[in-house]
């Protein structure tokens, strides 16, 4: 099973971080409107144990001059295990692509499981230095960026480019902020949508 190292930064504005992007010979991947959905039995088994059973879908937003998406929808199914102790979010991670969103929720609803979230994020995706940068809009939560590479070291380097170093790190997941929100206004946990 692979490894998830992340930093993850709260922010006011992403126009900023864009620009010192492209300041900084960033590359530009695209942008995409997910849909993810969090699955766990009806104990609460995966939560409680700090683990996570997402299926997400995700549809292309950028538009060629044609008016047409660039791009296709792509629908993937992640497990994500415990983090481990860190300033950094390090967690076990596995992740493939489905063609069917809807077969595999069924495929979990017979196994057991439940939805227990619904949310949509829109999320722009940049490459830089060997890390992945992904600059994200959730409603209620706001505005974040995700700095995802394949060391501490290298996540740490790539912050300092784009001017975040000393921006406080954010470690608990969007999940997890928005069963909290949620439950703190006592909101029905129905879908979460801009």
């Known amino acids: 099973m692979a490894l998830e190292i992340e930093a993850k930064f709260r922010l006011a504005d992403l126009e900023p971080l864009r620009q010192r992007l492209r300041e900084c010979g960033a590359r530009r991947l695209g942008a995409v409107l997910e849909t993810n959905q969090y ?11 700090d683990r996570g059973l997402r299926l997400r879908v995700a549809e292309p937003t950028d538009v060629a001059p044609a008016g047409k998406p660039v791009g296709s929808s792509e629908v993937r199914v992640t497990y994500k295990g415990p983090r481990h102790a860190g ?9 493939f692509r489905v063609d ?3 077969a595999v929720a069924e495929v979990f609803r017979a196994l057991g499981l ?9 999320r722009e995706s940049w490459e830089l230095d060997g890390c992945r940068v992904e600059l994200d809009e959730l409603p209620i939560l706001g505005r974040f960026m995700e700095i995802e590479g394949p060391s501490g070291q290298a996540i ?6 784009l001017q975040a ?4 790190m954010e470690q608990t997941p969007y999940s997890i902020m928005l069963h909290e929100h949620i439950r703190r206004a006592g ?4 879908p979460i949508t801009f």
Not at 39 to 49: E, H, M, Q, T, V
Not at 87 to 95: H, I, Q, S
Not at 114 to 122: E, I, N
């Open 39 to 49: 699955f766990d039995f009806p104990s609460g088994k995966l939560r409680s144990g």
């Open 87 to 95: 300033a950094m979010k390090v967690r076990e991670e596995l992740e």
């Open 100 to 102: 069917d969103a809807s």
């Open 114 to 122: 439940t939805a227990t979230l619904a949310f949509q994020k829109r």
């Open 156 to 161: 740490a380097a790539v912050a300092e480019r």
């Open 165 to 168: 170093a000393d921006l406080p």
């Open 187 to 190: 909101l029905p946990a129905g």
